[in-house]
C-alpha cells in the first residue's frame, strides 16, 4: 500500500461542493509539508495548495476562496475542501508530501483521484 492513500473523488455539478481526503502515517504526517496538485491529461501537473507542518496554508492565486487545506492530526489525513467547483477543476487530484532540511529531501505522492464536473 502506498504512503499517502486518497479519497472523495467523483462527479459532481457545477457549483457543488467536494472534500478530497489523504491518509497518512504519523511520521510523515508529523514531519511532512502536506499538499495537493492536479493535472489535467497533456498539460503539467499544478499546485492547488499545501499545508506546512504547523498548519499554515498556501494557494494558488486562481483557487484562494474556493478551496481550502486542513489537516487532522488526530487522523494523520489532510483534506482538501472544494466549493464553488467549476467546469475547469476537472482533473486528477494528487496528494503530496514533501520534507527538506539539511540538503536532504524527500518525497511522497498519493496515487491520484479524479474529480468531474459536470452538468
Known amino acids: 500500500q502506498g504512503k499517502l492513500v486518497e479519497s472523495g473523488g467523483g462527479l459532481v455539478q457545477p457549483g457543488g461542493s467536494l472534500k478530497l481526503s489523504c491518509e497518512t502515517s504519523?511520521?510523515?504526517?508529523?514531519?511532512?509539508?502536506m499538499g495537493w496538485y492536479r493535472q489535467v491529461s497533456g498539460n503539467e501537473r499544478e499546485l492547488v495548495g499545501y499545508?506546512?507542518?504547523?498548519?499554515?496554508?498556501h494557494y494558488a492565486d486562481s483557487l484562494k476562496g474556493r478551496f481550502t487545506i486542513s489537516r487532522d492530526y488526530a487522523k494523520n489525513t489532510v483534506y482538501l475542501q472544494m466549493n464553488s467547483l467549476k467546469l475547469e477543476d476537472t482533473a486528477v487530484y494528487y496528494c503530496?508530501?514533501?520534507?527538506?532540511?539539511?540538503?536532504?529531501?524527500?518525497?511522497?505522492w498519493g496515487q491520484g483521484t479524479q474529480v468531474t464536473v459536470s452538468s
Open positions: 499545508s506546512s507542518i504547523g498548519g499554515t496554508t
Open positions: 503530496n508530501a514533501y520534507f527538506v532540511e539539511g540538503g536532504h529531501e524527500s518525497e511522497y
Open positions: 504519523e511520521s510523515i504526517f508529523s514531519m511532512y509539508a
